[in-house]
């Protein structure tokens, strides 16, 4: 994979004011996947969007990078539901219709 498809985590962490450290941190919980190419840490478009809202729980809400795994995955758990919840609401509508 090429360098210049991907994110250097040392801009990421200066645009963000982060130490490299959490970034560290949140890839040896399994949160994002650091990729190295000649010794610099990179991370993929794809998971910049979960890398953003990781450092912004961190920054906002003060969770501590060893909590942001439990967070991550009640907020991953709370948007599948609504997503279930608008597919059963979607299905009533059809079927109320249906009905009249």
Do not use: W
Not at 2 to 30: M, T, Y
Not at 47 to 60: A, F, I, M, S
Not at 76 to 90: F, G
Request: aromatic fraction near 4%; include cysteine; glycine fraction near 2%.
């Amino acid at each position: 994979m090429q360098p210049n498809n991907l994110i250097a985590i040392s801009e990421f962490c200066v645009h963000h004011h982060l130490e490299i450290s959490f970034v560290n941190a949140l890839e040896q919980q399994g949160l994002v996947e650091i990729i190295t190419i000649e010794q610099t840490l990179y991370v993929q478009p794809e998971q910049l969007g979960r890398l953003e809202k990781l450092v912004r729980l961190h920054q906002d809400l003060s969770i501590h990078p060893d909590d942001l795994d439990i967070v991550s995955d009640l907020l991953e758990r709370v948007e599948n539901l609504q997503a279930q919840l608008t597919q059963l609401q979607n299905r009533l509508v059809f079927y109320e219709r249906i009905a009249n």
